[in-house]
């Protein structure tokens, strides 16, 4: 079947370097780049800018690590069909970053901005319990104070596609605000289940019904929660398919509590039975480390998610639908693989740690884009992307004007998904996490420059330096043996965090040595 597009996806695509070349070459180049695609053509009277814009569907998936998925683990024991079907339609990346926690990430995802600026540099607790000044753990600093909510001055992703004209909707998890700065407050015209935690959170039922979700009304009984979300979002996409649109998907999955459907359970559960048991357990000091996949619930989780992507997908190419809308799939974190054994379910091996860590389990998440008429279909890049791209690129990708007061630190990846491309971001990429997780591990900093990768500890300053290319597990500290890149590398994140605002932890008064640290 012929992919068909608008006129005004051809010309993004061929933007910059199209209007300057005669209409031969224009002409070869759309021949190079779209095949034997059909193209829709405006009417007579209408200006390229007339046609419509690409849509958006931006899928985020909570807590699932790079492992996870058949596209970056072909050994993966959870099945992901869906995501696998996407990865081979579009690009897929193999080191796109987040940041360690939840709410970070997707003020990043919003604002184009490191958490730095925005202040949100640790998951939103509305009882702010992980705040500096109710912080009762027993840990050698205070947590830094984070900013609480997303504050309505940020010019946010969905208010730069709403003032295009965009219909936009958000459904899930949005852990960014209470009342009064929720999705609707921040340029979303709908709102399916977004308040100022997961649902799973108040007295509800979890990923049941009744879910006592203020913003997404019951379902029937057996309904479980990312069906019910996918369900919502693909009456959005049928409402509004005939005008441009952005859909932002937010799974409260695969995050805790653990709850999976029965039937998927049990298919986990036989599975786990087939397999040839391996090392389950090691350490990542001062916690346990999950090193091998098998536990049922969280992969009925995991397929849960997958299936509920599959019904999305699904409804782009019933409503013929999929050749112009932009698809995003990405996870706010990594996989939870570390702390008390009951509450880490996945591996992340081969990256180390997971949740709440600046090692690599901790940032690298899965990635994929699916852009119309960009990039060979199932292709991989290894260019490192950062949450903060996305604004720009999205963008950039439905030839929208910039907003670079705005996304200050997002950069366009839109060039590497063109075929042949050797683009790289040209900028190190930088986080600051001034919290103690609840994943065991310490305030931390971190920057990545090229292959080379630092990470500084807040607690004693020690610094560990790693070669990704050559150590992607990062298991050789390198400072030492290179200790002019190790103080440079140190050098450029001090400045960075100067540059940005970053707010440290400071020295807790009432840390006694004498008893268990609350890490």
């Not at 069909?81 to 360690?100: E, K, V």
């Not at 996918?230 to 952005?246: D, G, Q, S, Y």
């Not at 990846?413 to 683009?423: I, N, Q, R, T, Y």
């Not at 960075?496 to 268990?516: C, K, L, S, V, Y």
Request: hydrophobic content about 35%.
């Amino acid at each position: 079947m012929k992919r068909t597009f608008s006129m005004c996806v051809v010309l993004c695509l061929l933007m910059p370097s199209a209007f300057s070349q005669d209409t031969k070459t224009v002409d070869a180049e759309l021949s190079r780049r779209l095949g034997d695609a059909e193209v829709s053509m405006p009417s007579d009277g209408d200006s390229p800018a007339d046609a419509k814009r690409p849509n958006v569907l931006f899928l985020l998936v909570d807590d699932l690590g790079w492992a996870d998925v058949s596209p970056n683990n072909p050994t993966t024991f959870y099945d992901t069909p869906n995501i696998q079907r996407l990865a081979d339609s579009g690009l897929r990346f193999t080191s796109a970053y987040a940041t360690p926690v939840c709410s970070p990430t997707r003020a990043t995802l919003m604002t184009g901005k490191y958490t730095t600026r925005t202040g949100i540099t640790d998951y939103i607790n509305h009882l702010g319990g992980n705040q500096p000044g109710k912080w009762r753990r027993n840990t050698r600093l205070l947590p830094a104070p984070y900013t609480d909510p997303l504050p309505l001055g940020e010019f946010t992703l969905a208010e730069a596609f709403k003032q295009h004209g965009y219909a936009t909707f958000f459904a899930g998890k949005w852990h960014l605000g209470v009342e009064g700065f929720l999705p609707e407050d921040q340029g979303f015209d709908v709102n399916r289940g977004g308040i100022d935690r997961g649902c799973l959170f108040g007295p509800g039922n979890g990923y049941f019904p009744p879910y006592h979700c203020p913003r997404l009304e019951d379902g029937p009984p057996g309904e479980h929660l990312p069906d019910r979300l996918a369900t919502e979002t693909v009456k959005f996409i049928e409402a509004n398919r005939n005008r441009p649109f952005l859909a932002y998907l937010a799974f409260h999955s695969v995050h805790t509590p653990l709850q999976g459907r029965a039937d998927l359970v049990g298919k986990y559960e036989r599975k786990r039975d087939g397999l040839k048991a391996g090392t389950i357990w090691g350490k990542e000091p001062p916690v346990s480390v999950r090193h091998f996949q098998e536990h049922a619930v969280y992969g009925a989780m995991v397929e849960a998610v997958d299936e509920a992507v599959g019904k999305v997908l699904d409804a782009l190419d019933r409503y013929d639908l999929a050749a112009n809308t932009i698809v995003v799939f990405f996870s706010d974190n990594g996989g939870l693989s570390t702390g008390k054994k009951q509450h880490a379910p996945t591996s992340n091996l081969a990256l180390r740690a997971g949740k709440g860590w600046l090692y690599e389990g901790g940032i690298r998440v899965p990635c994929i884009v699916r852009a119309p008429g960009l990039k060979r279909p199932g292709s991989v890049s290894h260019t490192p992307i950062f949450a903060a791209d996305f604004y720009p690129t999205l963008l950039d990708l439905a030839c929208l004007a910039p907003q670079p007061q705005q996304h200050l630190d997002g950069v366009s990846f839109k060039p590497v998904l063109a075929p042949g491309s050797d683009w790289t971001r040209g900028r190190p990429i930088f986080w600051h996490y001034p919290h103690y997780g609840n994943q065991g591990g310490a305030p931390a900093g971190a920057v990545r420059e090229g292959d080379w990768k630092l990470i500084e500890w807040y607690e004693n300053g020690r610094v560990e330096l790693f070669n990704l290319a050559n150590d992607i597990g990062e298991t050789m500290n390198l400072a030492n043996a290179e200790p002019e890149r190790t103080a440079r590398m140190r050098q450029m994140l001090h400045d960075w965090r100067t540059q940005t605002g970053a707010i440290m932890p400071t020295h807790n008064p009432n840390f006694n040595p004498d008893e268990e640290e609350g890490r």
